[in-house]
């Protein structure tokens, strides 16, 4: 009986399974057994995926439950040109799916290709492409990750098992045999857009937006700003409220007649939803900025389109536009909703959008020449083949945000007083850049220069600390994607290069947790750093350190304790060191000066070494109290 509930799983769960993990039996039993795995992680997202291979590499085995037929979240259906502003700033498993990519365009079409090209280093893809190497990152790992498909997390109690105050079991409907299945293991991660699974297990969370004065966060609260601009126009409150940013689907268009799908009316098309768009084409009304980056005589007044290989696009909302393919206000709900509602405004929003595409193209009181121009584009004839060449997911862009150990707000990822840098956090588990970024979350008002909720704002180089993947009153769990922050603050963080970062760093403080049988959030920040750096990870962005460069770990983690970096965005690491850092180094420490110091010919890379070593052998309270001092005045 006991054979015959392997082979259940076996076929249920898909081709990458394996039955046993340390000798334990796993995957049912003819007693009803939950099947059990080191780590189980909710949601096949860039963050779940990378959340499985940095916990298999370091030796747990791993299931992913996905509810849909395919991996990959976002950039698998859609989202082709990476959100990231500082190109080496977030490193890692991201910058592994990056070079894979790139590889990819290389080998199929050679290194001078029109696609090589199109690619953007690895940057840009297409979403066939983005799933593809996922799948190949995972089928690598085989002997430790079981992916499961069709695997639907309810967020309910009742699907949720705690002991002393930790998860140890949760309850997953099988969406292809209608039965239940149950899942246990030493670690959970909620790796979905939503953040179900800790929202289940009790976990506290924010929905909405804090008000302007809760914080003091630029663009908090209801604001109402033009586009390309930084001063908030008529209307803005800074009032709070629990207002959700819009959603849309990323689409893949092309004008290659040959590989494109032609547009239909789609069954519940309602006109007066597109109608104000008329008068905005023929009066040339926009939301601000440079008009000049619109496509004017074309599609690009209602989609905003960066160029991925083979001719295709992601097609984004336009921002520039009053009217485009966010819904703002219809998805509100969501975050907490059903899945029956959601896949029932999923239908909406696809119906919504195929209809505002078929209007810009067919309707007679547009401009002839205009309607001309949007009917070059079609939809990709060899994406989504399954689901009528159309996404498969909806761009969930913000649901619940869990409160953790940490909430990140706005001011974590702006320059601090009395440096060049925002915070730098002694605990960081990856470093990152993006704009404070927000899409509407409120319809069209009239007398308004744009939607409101609307808004990009400048940050700097930020480094994310692990307290925002810790969620408070629920243990044995670590929620990577529906981070801890505020409505701003989590504007930045939600883009998936930081995502796949916070992934990998939930991977390994799984592996700590379980290895040294300690709780998650009791875990050495140093542990989890020093197996990010063993993998590539970046805490902290220096413009002439890369991952592999002489002196990286040493210099990672110095400069995330403030002995460097808070003045300047260059380690300078072979420059000899001066007798005042030298000095300022060692007293900050609290470490002897090292023996093989030789001032004025030691490089800065090779005293951070020699200090290194004599910190690491410090105790482990000793080693976290290190902490460098700021030679101007602000807050540290």
């Known amino acids: 009986m006991k054979n015959s509930m392997k082979?259940?799983?076996?076929?249920?769960?898909?081709?990458?399974?394996?039955?046993?993990?340390?000798?334990?039996?796993v995957c049912g039993a003819d007693k009803g057994d939950a099947c059990s795995r080191d780590v189980v992680i909710v949601g096949g997202t860039p963050g779940g995926i990378m959340a499985a291979i940095s916990a298999a590499r370091g030796g747990a085995s791993a299931v992913i439950l996905e509810r849909t037929n395919h991996i990959g979240g976002l950039p698998a259906n859609g989202l082709g040109a990476t959100d990231i502003s500082t190109r080496g700033s977030t490193t890692g498993l991201f910058m592994e799916f990056v070079n894979r990519v790139y590889k990819h365009y290389v080998d199929t079409y050679g290194a001078k290709s029109r696609q090589v090209a199109q690619c953007s280093r690895g940057y840009h893809f297409e979403p066939s492409v983005a799933e593809m190497v996922f799948e190949q990152m995972l089928a690598e790992h085989k002997d430790k990750i079981t992916v499961c498909k069709l695997r639907q997390f309810d967020a309910m109690k009742k699907n949720v098992v705690l002991k002393d105050g930790a998860i140890a079991e949760i309850t997953i409907l099988n969406r292809e045999s209608k039965g239940l299945e149950r899942y246990s293991?030493?670690?959970?991660i909620d790796a979905t857009y939503e953040g179900d699974l800790a929202a289940a297990a009790g976990a506290p969370f924010r929905i909405g937006r804090e008000a302007q004065s809760k914080y003091n966060e630029p663009m908090a609260g209801v604001v109402f700003v033009r586009w390309g601009s930084r001063k908030p126009g008529e209307g803005t409150t800074g009032a709070g409220d629990n207002a959700v940013q819009a959603y849309n689907y990323r689409l893949c268009l092309t004008k290659d007649k040959s590989n494109q799908i032609t547009i239909t009316k789609p069954k519940r098309y309602n006109r007066k939803e597109f109608v104000s768009l008329i008068d905005d084409i023929k009066l040339n009304r926009h939301t601000g900025g440079n008009p000049?980056?619109?496509?004017?005589?074309?599609?690009?007044r209602v989609v905003n389109m960066v160029t991925t290989p083979n001719d295709k696009t992601d097609a984004n909302n336009q921002h520039l536009a009053?009217?485009?393919?966010?819904?703002?206000?219809?998805?509100?709900?969501?975050?907490?909703?059903?899945?029956?509602?959601r896949d029932n405004y999923e239908k909406r929003l696809r119906d919504y959008t195929l209809g505002l595409l078929w209007f810009v193209q067919n309707d007679s009181e547009l401009p002839e020449d205009f309607r001309k121009r949007c009917l070059l584009w079609g939809m990709a004839k060899d994406e989504y083949a399954d689901n009528g060449n159309f996404p498969r997911q909806v761009y969930v862009r913000e649901g619940r945000r869990i409160e953790g150990e940490h909430l990140f707000t706005a001011l974590d990822a702006?320059?601090?007083?009395?440096?060049?840098?925002p915070p730098i956090y002694a605990n960081s588990i990856t470093s990152s850049h993006y704009n404070l970024d927000s899409h509407a979350v409120r319809k069209r008002q009239a007398g308004r220069v744009h939607l409101d909720?609307?808004?990009?704002?400048?940050?700097?180089?930020?480094?994310?600390p692990y307290g925002v993947i810790v969620p408070k009153k629920v243990e044995g769990l670590l929620t990577p994607v529906p981070v801890s922050?505020?409505?701003v603050g989590f504007s930045t963080l939600r883009m998936e290069p930081c995502w796949m970062a916070m992934g990998q760093a939930a991977g390994v403080a799984a592996?700590?947790?379980?290895?040294?049988?300690?709780?998650?959030?009791?875990?050495?920040?140093?542990?989890?750093?020093?197996?990010?750096?063993?993998?590539?990870?970046?805490?902290?962005?220096?413009k002439d350190l890369k991952p592999g460069d002489p002196h990286y770990q040493s210099a990672q983690f110095f400069a995330v304790r403030r002995f460097l970096g808070r003045e300047g965005w260059t380690a300078r690491l072979a420059e000899p060191v001066s007798e005042t850092d030298a000095e300022a180094w060692v007293r900050w420490s609290g470490l002897e000066s090292p023996k093989t110091y030789k001032p004025g010919k030691t490089t800065r890379g090779e005293f951070l070494d020699a200090l290194y070593k004599l910190a690491r052998k410090l105790p482990p309270n000793k080693m976290n109290q290190l902490r460098g001092k700021s030679r101007r005045p602000g807050r540290t």
């Open 453 to 464: 909720g609307f808004f990009s704002y400048p940050t700097n180089p930020y480094t994310v």
């Open 485 to 487: 922050g505020t409505h």
């Open 185 to 188: 293991g030493k670690v959970f």
């Open 511 to 542: 592996v700590i947790s379980i290895r040294e049988k300690t709780s998650l959030r009791k875990i050495n920040p140093w542990k989890i750093q020093k197996e990010l750096l063993g993998q590539n990870a970046m805490l902290i962005y220096f």
């Open 292 to 300: 000049r980056a619109m496509d004017y005589d074309g599609i690009g």
């Open 414 to 421: 702006r320059q601090e007083r009395g440096s060049i840098r």
């Open 7 to 25: 082979t259940f799983c076996l076929l249920s769960c898909g081709v990458l399974v394996v039955l046993v993990f340390g000798g334990s039996q």
């Open 322 to 341: 009053f009217l485009s393919t966010d819904l703002p206000e219809e998805n509100w709900p969501w975050p907490t909703a059903s899945w029956a509602w």
